[in-house]
């Protein structure tokens, strides 16, 4: 029989609500807080605040009976055996995670609490943040017979983050004692031994009763050096494949087909080789520039992620050239683009490739339809509507009269669209695949010119390219 735990989780951003609803489907017992009171009212009324797969059904699922949100981490504090901290840990302007959220926490939890806690990190951390946890425990006069603190990074993607969270490829616990190690394996229990994946309920994913999730124990600063370097690595995988992509666009090869070649090397692996307009998001540039931070502090030489993002940095701006040198000048061209988000799958636009490439075309006199099926809302907020930034209804609308379509985010519902109608009511059929979404045969046959990434163009698209435009 597993035990039902109560578990306070410190922060309703995207790991922390869907930890916390998770943990609710997991049995146990889940206090939600956060500072922000109109999330939390927001919350109460079982509202999503971020557009995220499986999340309604189970704040709902959970709402009143596993799951309860408050503002108030001292009373948290006092109900819950295990902390989780799950606040912002954001890029400070010296590139480095301004870690004053976890910092303000640690200190509140350490004046509330009463008895035994266990306090755990899931924010994405630098090495020792743990170490400085307890510090700010002991400086408060918390003796270290009442707490213990652990690492359990989390990763989830962003869109599949239930599912990544309820079906993980592994599940990492950083302790460094053992009554630590064995309420974190009650937590996670119901995954590691399968008995969640009988429930007739349980959300779909790859894991099944006879196929667990493995659970790895290590010490609290390898759990944190596990979560800072995956992201890493992660992030080096597309930047080494969109440089690859860059030489296939010179000689002629198309990337797409190099990708299936390296990545069905088992020992390289078929994800994260997809070349486009590089890596966004909240965590991938902002964990790369923190570990990177953290090397050089500690005196090691890690130039590899300079490089990283040096090429992620680059692959905007060829992308840009491209586009350039399609239309040849932009002042006064209408470019249709779709995709706003990060990625496909997500209303998040936070350092958004597609975003970056909007502003660049703005400031070149372009005028900008475009349309995202979740991030319009958002995007509206940084790149507000004006005569030459516009908000388009459907993709149909975005591609009216423009002289290029962009696809900037890999949604796939615009693998669906009706090329047939695209072509007839653009004012050329034009469409710069900033993602390789598309497949340039289906278009070609539409009477496109595509150009992808890495894609080798038609001979006769070079030529149309090169002289578009031309009086
Ligand atoms: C990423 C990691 O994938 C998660 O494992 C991790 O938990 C999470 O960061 C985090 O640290 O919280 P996420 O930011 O949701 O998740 O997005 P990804 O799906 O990893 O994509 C990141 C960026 O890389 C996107 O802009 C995406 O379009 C781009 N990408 C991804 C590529 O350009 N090519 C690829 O092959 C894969």
Not at 179 to 202: D, E, F, I, N, Q
Not at 290 to 300: K, P, T
Not at 397 to 413: G, I, K, S
Request: with cysteine; proline share 4%; hydrophobic share 40%.
């Amino acid at each position: 029989m597993e035990e039902q735990l109560t578990i306070g989780i410190i922060g309703s951003g995207y790991v922390g609500l869907v930890a916390a609803v998770c943990f609710a489907e997991l049995g146990h017992y889940v206090i939600c807080v956060d500072s922000d009171e109109s999330k939390v009212a927001l919350l109460r009324q079982g509202k999503a605040p971020i557009h995220e797969e499986y999340l309604p059904q189970l704040l709902e699922r959970h709402q009143n009976g596993l799951i309860e949100f408050t503002t108030a981490l001292k009373e948290a504090t006092e109900r819950a055996q295990i902390l989780f901290i799950a606040v912002g840990t954001p890029q400070d302007h010296a590139g480095t995670a301004d870690l004053s959220y976890v910092d303000a926490v640690a200190s509140e939890i350490a004046r509330a609490i009463t008895g035994y806690r266990l306090i755990v990190e899931k924010s994405t951390v630098p090495v020792y943040t743990s170490e400085w946890i307890r510090r700010i425990m002991v400086r408060n006069g918390v003796s270290r017979e009442l707490f213990d603190v652990a690492s359990n990074p989390e990763f989830l993607r962003e869109g599949t983050a239930v599912a990544d969270f309820l079906h993980p490829d592994r599940i990492v616990i950083g302790v460094d004692s053992e009554r630590a190690a064995v309420l974190l394996r009650r937590v996670y229990a119901p995954l590691t031994t399968g008995s969640y994946y009988r429930k007739t309920s349980a959300i779909p994913g790859a894991r099944t009763p006879d196929h667990v999730p493995p659970l790895f124990e290590t010490s609290t600063k390898a759990a944190e050096i596990i979560k800072h370097a995956s992201n890493a690595f992660l992030a080096m995988k597309i930047s080494f494949i969109n440089v690859v992509s860059n030489i296939c666009e010179a000689v002629g090869a198309d990337i797409e087909q190099v990708s299936q070649g390296i990545g069905s090397d088992r020992r390289i692996g078929n994800s994260f080789l997809k070349a486009g307009i590089g890596y966004g998001g909240s965590c991938f540039p902002k964990d790369v520039a923190a570990f990177r931070y953290v090397a050089e502090h500690l005196g090691v030489e890690f130039g590899l992620l300079h490089e990283v993002e040096k090429v992620n940095r680059e692959q905007k701006k060829r992308f840009f050239r491209k586009v350039r040198s399609a239309l040849w000048t932009f002042r006064g061209k209408k470019l249709g683009v779709l995709g706003l988000a990060f990625k496909g799958g997500t209303d998040d636009i936070r350092e958004s490739p597609a975003i970056d490439l909007v502003r660049m075309f703005l400031e070149e006199g372009c005028m900008i339809s475009a349309y995202d099926p979740a991030a319009m809302e958002r995007a509206s907020y940084v790149l507000p509507s004006s005569t030459h930034m516009m908000y388009a209804e459907d993709a149909y609308e975005a591609a009216r009269d423009a002289d290029a379509l962009l696809v900037l985010t890999d949604w796939q519902e615009f693998i669906d669209l009706d090329f047939d109608r695209l072509s007839r009511i653009m004012r050329y059929p034009v469409v710069i695949d900033g993602r390789n979404l598309l497949d340039p045969s289906v278009m070609r046959r539409y009477g496109f010119t595509y150009l992808g990434v890495g894609r080798a163009a038609a001979p006769q698209e070079k030529e149309a390219t090169f002289f578009y435009n031309l009086p």
